[in-house]
């Protein structure tokens, strides 16, 4: 996998990544592009200094800032690790179910907006699902380094094991309370549902509650990587 930009490639570097190539393009050097490769050698990366055109390529055509590195594939987490994670800082649980996103840039919108709010991890199904790939390490800007990420067979069988462990599940869908009207302390659950389906039927039943955001606009719904923003935030706004 390649992980490109400036920032992505120093979080990866500080996160402790497994990194087996950097590629700098030639003449590019600034501070910013220096701190970069004080950290490659540092680490004693080996590097490759290319024309535009191969980063491109490495990054297909996404903005590489003049850095592409090749590193090992991102290593998934368990359901217990997230869980885990909460306990040792002594801390409510805070967890984010996607239930089928397939959109790149939402998974990596989504994972920047749950680290920022303090979550402490994400769940995505292995199928019919995006999986963490070098674009959305790029739009979380860093934020996959950081974040527990776990991938499992079945989300419902994921909400029916959380509950059994006394998490409350929240849907987010129509005909539900304004997250700010509801008591969001404890040990949570938010289910944000696919950009085009939301969430499905059997999912939304195994739920607990339903969040609904209050919109006053025209259009009906909230993009879903906005959405969980809104809702992440909130949670956090009353645990704080």
């Known amino acids: 996998m390649y992980i490109y930009g400036r920032n992505p490639v120093k979080e990866a ?7 087996d190539k950097i590629y700098i393009q030639k003449g590019e050097f600034d501070p910013m592009l220096a701190s970069v490769y004080k950290l490659a050698k ?3 990366t080996v590097i490759s200094y290319v024309d535009k055109n191969m980063l ?9 800032q003049g850095v592409v590195i090749q590193v090992t594939d ?11 994670k909460a306990k040792e800082q002594n801390e409510p649980l805070l967890i984010v179910l996607l239930d089928g996103i397939t959109d790149p840039h939402n998974l990596g919108a989504i994972i920047r907006s749950a680290e920022c709010f303090g979550a402490h991890g994400i769940v995505i199904p292995k199928h019919r699902s995006v999986l963490v790939n070098d674009t959305v390490v790029k ?7 950081h974040m527990l990420i776990a991938k499992v067979t079945n989300i419902n069988d994921t909400i029916r094991e ?15 309370k304004a997250p700010k009207e509801t008591n969001l302390n404890g040990d949570i659950a938010i289910v944000i549902g696919s950009e085009g389906e939301g969430i499905h039927r059997l999912t939304k039943d195994l739920c607990d509650e339903t ?8 259009v009906n719904s909230l993009n879903a990587s906005v959405a969980a923003g809104v809702i992440l935030y909130e949670a956090v706004r009353q645990r704080r």
């Open 42 to 44: 540092e680490a004693r």
């Open 56 to 64: 491109d390529k490495l990054s297909q055509g996404g903005n590489h």
């Open 139 to 145: 739009v979380a800007c860093g934020a996959t380094e």
């Open 162 to 176: 959380l509950k059994e462990q006394n998490v409350w599940v929240y849907a987010t869908d129509f005909d539900g």
């Open 211 to 218: 969040l609904t955001i209050p919109q006053f606009g025209k």
């Open 74 to 84: 991102f290593t998934y987490c368990s359901v217990d690790d997230i869980v885990s």
């Open 13 to 19: 570097y500080r996160a402790g990544k497994t990194i």
